[in-house]
């Protein structure tokens, strides 16, 4: 599968290879199902743990000349205005080692000396934010617009256009940023963490921070009247999209309407940042006690911002950055904190507390440490638009959430149905809206390829009857234009050259085959939820049924997550594994290997044809891929052929089906009880999906009671002979129900069925 990563690679190498071998070039690829491969894992890590505040690490002009961003960048009149004062300067410096002879203190000084170069880095990143708002956004517009013989930033409804009033706010806050930037620049410079001078610098700038209150006052006006320009008006849209697509890389750094909360977000940035500056300050000393002010400052300013805008509060999301470890940057532009609480959940043995953070764009399963702070290298984050859920309904499961995703399965247990059922309303709200912003950006680049294509074409053929240059497709001569240096427009050209028509496949395109001879879905890499042992105490393949034991261990397919014997399992490459050996049931052993023998199995980039024409397979993850024989990945089970069991008949056949407790004298047990239809008898089973029962009795012949317990409901069958005789007490058939939903449908089917014992009175 290819990855979003690789697709930038190639997307930017394309200056470089197109006149070469344009028939190589990969297709630009806009499938919102495409997943990229670094889903869920933490980002790089190696720079240092903070790196997560940045606003992106990785933007800005001192990226490679040819990837989108400086393009546009280069495309641009005012391109000094763009360029930061710090592009590859100190914002990169080498954080020095420290002697002082003790070694405590030499790690706190390095640290403290990390803490200050990050007010460089955030801050340097901010003002590129705000240069992309107010100088890039409007020229990109401008520039879109022309193209259509259009002023996409004409007045709207008789007001400046919304973009326009962005700039023109963005433009005032702009220098007192850039001023800071600057004195941060130089704090850093002449930096030595002995003699540590930060907080004043940020403390002073505190006070400046009401210059970002006209933007505030007017960011909710800003947000309705770009939604609502974006609606009513097409190409604006479309022109929207594709700026985000190319500036914010595909929507990477979040939308236009994301971004703007940049502003209010870099309040509570600078708190964090600060805190942890002040963590690694000697207490008593000066620059300690001016840190402490500097942070009071910014906690009121971001305060005050916080609740005016509705917002969670800042201790909320400080306590939440630090239960992350600081890894997980909580105020990234468009993400908004949805929900969170304590919830178990279903491993294979048993159920294990979790904590799920809903963010706006993701879903944390979080493993808690004893420390409360969340165990970062056990804690799994899931895209939305990459995640699929259902909510569980038999009776048993209505407090469960099964979860799946590429990342991870599984099943989710809440507190009652009700937290259930809104952590699933919440999780359905912002899947909906993610997803059909990724849909409508996607459809926005496709159409916008399509007409670039249409465009190319006619630029083909009239040059197809022209030798002169200077008819060539002006796409070509952008680009070789913006590879040797050269950024003057071609004010000759007859089509107005845009920063979208550089730089992008050529003509023909479409006929490039696809990568892969199989598409990859979702379903394919979705990671199966195991089945937990104590669900079933026999294989789940029908005609199998071998029971488990000391011997006959439990095992489970990879592919569909059932519990297995050691007979039904065999070996096969699974696409979620990157294709690697895994063990499957005999069922999906089967069809794993008859898509293998159509030819199917494994996309066309993982084949190594050799020279004697036979084929090997790159299988594993794509740092330490493994060629190998494909033959070698696939082990038959000795059971072959064999099917999932119907584990759903049970239920089905039954009048009413749930977990009970079995008593006997003074003790319980845990059960898996059903009445069947067919012959109205009472079925007990060890396990829920065990095939063979414990205990199986026809219930005509008996009379029933039922109490109600601190716990749930006590049902008693008693056989008519034995309460004549009164003895043998034993064979009174005795359970506890402790689910409502569950009892009340006990108590109607043995009422519909039996009488009830007439000594005893009701309590339903
Ligand atoms: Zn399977
Ligand atoms: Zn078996």
Same mark, same amino acid.
């Given at each position: 599968?290819?990855?979003?990563?690789?697709?930038?690679?190639?997307?930017?190498?394309?200056?470089?290879?197109?006149?070469?071998?344009?028939?190589?070039?990969?297709? =630009?690829?806009?499938?919102?199902?495409?997943?990229? @491969?670094?889903?869920?894992?933490?980002?790089?890590?190696?720079?240092?743990?903070?790196?997560?505040?940045?606003?992106?690490?990785?933007?800005?002009?001192?990226?490679?000349?040819?990837?989108?961003?400086?393009?546009?960048?280069?495309?641009?009149?005012?391109?000094?205005?763009?360029?930061?004062?710090?592009?590859?300067?100190?914002?990169?410096?080498?954080?020095?080692?420290?002697?002082?002879?003790?070694?405590?203190?030499?790690?706190?000084?390095?640290?403290?000396?990390?803490?200050?170069?990050? &007010?460089? !880095?955030?801050?340097?990143?901010?003002?590129?934010?705000?240069?992309?708002?107010?100088?890039?956004?409007?020229?990109? #517009?401008?520039?879109?617009?022309?193209?259509?013989?259009?002023?996409?930033?004409?007045?709207?409804?008789?007001?400046?256009?919304?973009?326009?009033?962005?700039?023109?706010?963005?433009?005032?806050?702009?220098?007192?940023?850039? #001023?800071?930037?600057?004195?941060?620049?130089?704090?850093?410079?002449?930096?030595?963490?002995?003699?540590?001078?930060?907080?004043?610098?940020?403390?002073?700038?505190?006070?400046?921070?009401?210059?970002?209150?006209?933007?505030?006052?007017?960011?909710?006006?800003?947000? +309705?009247?770009?939604?609502?320009?974006?609606?009513?008006?097409? $190409?604006?849209?479309?022109?929207?999209?594709?700026?985000?697509?190319?500036? &914010?890389?595909?929507?990477?750094?979040?939308?236009?309407?994301?971004?703007?909360?940049?502003?209010?977000?870099?309040?509570?940035?600078? /708190?964090?940042?600060? %805190?942890?500056?002040?963590?690694?300050?000697?207490?008593?000393?000066?620059?300690?006690?001016?840190?402490?002010?500097?942070?009071?400052?910014?906690?009121?300013?971001?305060?005050?911002?916080?609740? /005016? #805008?509705?917002?969670? +509060?800042?201790?909320?999301?400080?306590?939440?950055?630090?239960?992350?470890?600081?890894?997980?940057?909580?105020?990234?532009?468009?993400?908004?904190?949805?929900?969170?609480?304590?919830?178990?959940?279903?491993?294979?043995?048993? $159920?294990?507390?979790?904590?799920?953070?809903?963010? +706006?764009?993701?879903? *944390?399963?979080?493993?808690?440490?004893?420390?409360?702070?969340?165990?970062?290298?056990?804690?799994?984050?899931?895209?939305?638009?990459?995640?699929?859920?259902?909510?569980?309904?038999?009776?048993?499961?209505?407090?469960?959430? #099964?979860?799946?995703? /590429?990342?991870?399965?599984?099943?989710?247990?809440?507190?009652?149905?009700?937290?259930?059922?809104?952590?699933?309303?919440?999780?359905?709200?912002?899947?909906?809206?993610?997803?059909?912003?990724?849909?409508?950006?996607?459809?926005?680049?496709?159409?916008?390829?399509?007409?670039?294509?249409?465009?190319?074409?006619?630029?083909? %053929?009239?040059?197809?009857?022209?030798?002169?240059?200077?008819?060539?497709?002006?796409?070509?001569?952008?680009?070789?234009?913006?590879?040797?240096?050269?950024?003057?427009?071609?004010?000759?050209?007859?089509?107005?050259? +845009?920063?979208?028509?550089?730089?992008?496949?050529?003509?023909?395109?479409?006929?490039?085959?696809?990568?892969?001879?199989?598409?990859?879905?979702?379903?394919?890499?979705?990671?199966?939820?195991?089945?937990?042992?104590?669900?079933?105490?026999?294989?789940?393949?029908?005609?199998?049924?071998?029971?488990?034991?000391?011997?006959?261990?439990?095992?489970?397919? =990879?592919?569909?997550? *059932?519990?297995?014997?050691?007979?039904?399992?065999?070996?096969?490459?699974?696409?979620?594994?990157?294709?690697?050996?895994?063990?499957?049931?005999?069922?999906?052993?089967?069809?794993?290997?008859?898509?293998?023998?159509?030819?199917?199995?494994?996309?066309?980039?993982?084949?190594?044809?050799?020279?004697?024409?036979?084929?090997?397979?790159?299988?594993?993850?794509?740092?330490?891929?493994?060629?190998?024989?494909?033959?070698?990945?696939?082990?038959?089970?000795?059971?072959?052929?064999?099917?999932?069991?119907?584990?759903?008949? !049970?239920?089905?056949?039954?009048?009413?089906?749930?977990?009970?407790?079995?008593?006997?004298?003074?003790?319980?047990?845990?059960?898996? @009880?059903?009445?069947?239809?067919?012959?109205?008898?009472?079925?007990?089973?060890?396990?829920?999906?065990?095939?063979?029962?414990?205990?199986?009795?026809?219930?005509?012949?008996?009379?029933?009671?039922?109490?109600?317990?601190?716990?749930?409901?006590?049902?008693?069958?008693?056989?008519?002979?034995?309460?004549?005789?009164?003895? @043998?007490?034993?064979?009174?058939?005795?359970?506890?129900?402790?689910?409502?939903?569950?009892?009340?449908?006990?108590? @109607?089917?043995?009422?519909?069925?039996?009488?009830?014992?007439?000594?005893?009175?009701?309590? &339903?």
């Amino acid at each position: 599968m290819e990855t979003m990563d690789t697709q930038y690679n190639h997307h930017s190498n394309k200056h470089s290879q197109q006149h070469q071998h344009p028939q190589q070039l990969p297709r =630009r690829q806009s499938n919102i199902d495409e997943i990229p @491969a670094d889903v869920g894992k933490l980002r790089d890590n190696r720079k240092g743990r903070h790196n997560s505040l940045f606003v992106s690490p990785t933007s800005g002009i001192s990226s490679a000349s040819t990837d989108d961003f400086s393009r546009i960048t280069s495309m641009t009149s005012d391109r000094s205005s763009i360029i930061t004062s710090n592009s590859g300067g100190s914002s990169d410096q080498q954080i020095p080692d420290y002697e002082t002879g003790n070694e405590e203190n030499d790690g706190r000084l390095k640290k403290l000396h990390y803490a200050a170069v990050e &007010f460089l !880095k955030v801050q340097s990143n901010y003002v590129q934010y705000l240069k992309e708002m107010a100088v890039l956004y409007p020229e990109y #517009m401008e520039r879109f617009g022309k193209r259509m013989n259009r002023d996409l930033l004409a007045p709207h409804n008789g007001h400046e256009n919304v973009v326009l009033q962005i700039k023109k706010i963005m433009v005032q806050i702009l220098p007192i940023h850039e #001023m800071l930037l600057k004195e941060i620049d130089t704090v850093c410079s002449n930096w030595d963490s002995r003699q540590p001078n930060m907080s004043k610098t940020i403390g002073t700038f505190a006070d400046f921070l009401k210059c970002c209150q006209p933007f505030l006052d007017n960011k909710a006006d800003f947000l +309705t009247k770009l939604l609502q320009l974006r609606n009513e008006d097409k $190409e604006f849209d479309e022109a929207t999209y594709m700026f985000e697509t190319e500036v &914010f890389k595909r929507g990477k750094k979040g939308a236009v309407i994301q971004q703007l909360d940049q502003v209010h977000q870099n309040f509570m940035r600078y /708190k964090l940042l600060m %805190l942890r500056y002040s963590e690694y300050l000697l207490e008593g000393s000066e620059e300690k006690k001016r840190a402490e002010e500097a942070i009071a400052k910014l906690e009121t300013v971001t305060q005050a911002v916080n609740q /005016k #805008m509705g917002l969670p +509060t800042t201790e909320e999301l400080t306590k939440l950055y630090y239960r992350f470890q600081c890894q997980f940057n909580v105020l990234e532009p468009g993400r908004v904190l949805i929900r969170q609480g304590e919830v178990m959940k279903q491993t294979r043995k048993e $159920e294990q507390p979790r904590f799920l953070v809903l963010f +706006t764009d993701c879903l *944390w399963i979080c493993r808690v440490s004893s420390s409360q702070q969340f165990e970062m290298n056990r804690s799994y984050r899931i895209p939305l638009e990459y995640m699929r859920f259902e909510r569980m309904e038999a009776d048993e499961y209505v407090r469960c959430l #099964m979860v799946r995703s /590429k990342v991870k399965s599984a099943v989710i247990i809440f507190g009652s149905e009700k937290e259930r059922n809104q952590w699933a309303d919440d999780l359905t709200k912002a899947q909906f809206d993610r997803k059909s912003y990724k849909r409508r950006q996607s459809t926005a680049v496709q159409k916008h390829d399509e007409n670039k294509l249409k465009m190319k074409k006619l630029m083909m %053929l009239s040059e197809k009857n022209s030798d002169e240059e200077i008819q060539r497709p002006s796409t070509i001569n952008g680009s070789s234009r913006s590879t040797s240096g050269s950024h003057d427009e071609d004010t000759s050209s007859s089509v107005p050259v +845009t920063p979208l028509d550089i730089g992008d496949a050529p003509f023909g395109d479409e006929e490039i085959p696809r990568n892969g001879s199989k598409k990859q879905t979702v379903a394919d890499v979705i990671k199966p939820v195991w089945l937990p042992d104590n669900i079933s105490n026999e294989c789940l393949m029908e005609g199998c049924s071998t029971e488990f034991n000391l011997i006959n261990r439990r095992h489970h397919c =990879r592919d569909c997550g *059932w519990l297995i014997c050691k007979y039904c399992k065999g070996q096969a490459p699974l696409a979620k594994f990157e294709y690697s050996k895994q063990n499957v049931c005999s069922e999906c052993y089967d069809r794993q290997f008859e898509i293998y023998k159509a030819g199917t199995l494994f996309p066309t980039r993982n084949i190594v044809i050799q020279s004697d024409g036979t084929h090997l397979v790159k299988i594993g993850k794509r740092d330490r891929q493994e060629v190998v024989d494909p033959r070698s990945l696939f082990k038959h089970p000795t059971n072959l052929g064999f099917r999932h069991r119907n584990v759903e008949q !049970k239920r089905a056949g039954s009048i009413v089906f749930g977990r009970i407790f079995m008593r006997h004298r003074k003790s319980e047990q845990l059960r898996h @009880a059903l009445i069947r239809r067919e012959d109205l008898k009472l079925v007990v089973y060890k396990a829920e999906l065990d095939s063979k029962p414990i205990l199986e009795v026809l219930i005509y012949g008996y009379l029933y009671r039922e109490t109600q317990l601190d716990d749930g409901w006590l049902f008693e069958l008693v056989h008519r002979n034995q309460i004549k005789t009164d003895d @043998a007490k034993d064979e009174v058939i005795a359970f506890r129900v402790d689910n409502n939903t569950s009892a009340k449908k006990w108590s @109607a089917a043995l009422a519909d069925k039996l009488e009830m014992d007439p000594t005893h009175r009701s309590t &339903f």
